[in-house]
């Protein structure tokens, strides 16, 4: 069975193809799965890139979609030829997050190994179904990035139809959260330094776009959109850099979901202004199964189909991971099988 692992101490160079033994026939309560595709996410990349360090030899990455080939003992939710999609924490299955859940020790692809790789075997639980219809790549992008815009705005924001939205950037979380805003009827807002990328945001449905290189105080910008009001909702991808103008552009009582640290880890925060706005500023990973199950009723419902940049083979991994360092992607990048 062919897999895609990273030596320690980590970096792209670091990738390898490796020939594993075949994980046999699943146990009581587990599943086989051919997995067929996964998406690149920025946890992913921490992890290749070793930023996140992991085990020597860690097979890598988060998201997987594939055929069931065989159930085990009890399993009844599945049947061999379902087509499913892994879950970012398996062991959380629904309610609140909880300890177990607040770090990466049982995520595929980091704590444990991952879905690049030809089969697997995993309890049943740390699968939904996918959405009917969907190709592998397609469902490959709902496990994180297409998740965890479905709990900011949905599950978290409890986002109502009228309200505002501001997005920064147009990355896999962020043309989900436009995709799933105006399915609900939001107004939005998006970011990006390029002006081809915020046209192809108002060509899926953004309200109004900008470009923050040649705006650099976007937050002005946002209140004079809203009116001087400030937008409701924010998915907040950028950490430091961009917070203090996230806390600026947030109306009174908002929301700020804050699902990324694409500029950082660390750094100053304007408290005086977020207490002033009493906004509720969240950091949140992902969700949990149930979440997972009821973002796929939704896609299904709406008939929202996920935007796919570019693909790549499984040997091509680490020139995925290039692609998505360079910025140049709109939407998810997918890797196939």
């Given at each position: 069975?062919k897999?895609?692992v990273v030596?320690?101490p980590?970096g792209?160079?670091?990738l390898?193809?490796?020939?594993?033994?075949?994980?046999?026939q699943?146990?009581?309560?587990?599943?086989r799965v051919a997995?067929?595709?996964?998406?690149?996410?920025?946890?992913?990349?921490?992890?290749?890139?070793?930023a996140?360090?992991t085990?020597d030899?860690?097979?890598?990455?988060?998201?997987a979609?594939?055929?069931?080939?065989?159930?085990?003992?009890?399993?009844t939710?599945?049947?061999p030829g379902d087509h499913?999609v892994?879950?970012?924490?398996p062991?959380?299955?629904?309610?609140?997050?909880?300890d177990?859940?607040?770090?990466?020790r049982?995520?595929?692809?980091?704590?444990?190994d991952?879905y690049a790789?030809?089969?697997?075997?995993?309890a049943?639980?740390a699968f939904?179904?996918?959405?009917?219809?969907?190709?592998?790549?397609?469902?490959?992008?709902?496990?994180?990035a297409?998740l965890?815009?479905?709990?900011a705005?949905?599950?978290d924001?409890q986002?109502?139809?009228g309200?505002?939205v501001?997005?920064?950037?147009?990355?896999?979380?962020?043309?989900?959260a436009?995709q799933?805003?105006k399915?609900?009827?939001?107004?939005?807002i998006?970011?990006?330094?390029?002006n081809?990328?915020?046209e192809?945001?108002?060509?899926?449905?953004?309200?109004?776009?900008i470009?923050y290189?040649?705006?650099?105080?976007w937050?002005?910008r946002?209140?004079?959109?809203t009116g001087?009001r400030?937008?409701?909702?924010?998915?907040?991808?950028g950490?430091?850099?961009t917070?203090?103008?996230s806390?600026?552009?947030?109306?009174?009582?908002?929301?700020i979901?804050?699902?990324?640290?694409?500029?950082?880890?660390?750094g100053?925060?304007?408290?005086?202004?977020?207490?002033?706005?009493?906004a509720?500023?969240q950091?949140?990973?992902?969700?949990?199964?149930?979440?997972?199950?009821e973002y796929?009723a939704?896609?299904?419902?709406?008939?929202?189909?996920p935007?796919?940049?570019?693909?790549?083979?499984?040997?091509?991994?680490?020139?995925?991971?290039g692609y998505?360092?360079?910025g140049?992607?709109?939407?998810?990048?997918?890797?196939?099988?």
């Amino acid at each position: 069975m062919k897999a895609i692992v990273v030596r320690a101490p980590g970096g792209l160079e670091q990738l390898e193809v490796r020939h594993l033994a075949d994980p046999g026939q699943p146990g009581p309560g587990q599943i086989r799965v051919a997995v067929h595709a996964t998406s690149l996410n920025f946890h992913d990349l921490l992890v290749a890139n070793g930023a996140i360090p992991t085990e020597d030899g860690r097979i890598l990455m988060s998201d997987a979609a594939g055929i069931v080939e065989a159930v085990g003992a009890g399993v009844t939710e599945f049947k061999p030829g379902d087509h499913v999609v892994s879950c970012f924490f398996p062991q959380w299955a629904d309610g609140l997050p909880w300890d177990a859940v607040g770090n990466f020790r049982k995520t595929p692809g980091d704590g444990i190994d991952g879905y690049a790789t030809e089969y697997v075997v995993q309890a049943a639980s740390a699968f939904t179904l996918a959405p009917q219809g969907w190709t592998h790549a397609e469902a490959s992008t709902i496990t994180t990035a297409g998740l965890t815009a479905w709990r900011a705005l949905v599950v978290d924001g409890q986002l109502k139809a009228g309200a505002s939205v501001l997005l920064l950037g147009t990355g896999g979380v962020s043309i989900a959260a436009l995709q799933i805003a105006k399915a609900m009827g939001a107004r939005v807002i998006i970011t990006s330094s390029s002006n081809e990328k915020l046209e192809r945001a108002l060509a899926l449905g953004a309200d109004a776009v900008i470009n923050y290189r040649q705006t650099p105080d976007w937050a002005k910008r946002v209140l004079e959109l809203t009116g001087g009001r400030g937008v409701d909702h924010i998915v907040e991808v950028g950490g430091p850099g961009t917070l203090g103008q996230s806390i600026k552009a947030v109306r009174v009582g908002g929301h700020i979901a804050l699902i990324g640290v694409l500029t950082g880890r660390e750094g100053a925060l304007p408290t005086a202004t977020l207490m002033a706005k009493q906004a509720k500023l969240q950091g949140l990973i992902v969700g949990s199964r149930r979440d997972q199950q009821e973002y796929i009723a939704a896609l299904q419902q709406a008939g929202i189909r996920p935007v796919i940049d570019r693909s790549f083979p499984l040997e091509s991994l680490a020139d995925a991971f290039g692609y998505q360092e360079s910025g140049a992607h709109f939407g998810k990048v997918v890797v196939e099988w």
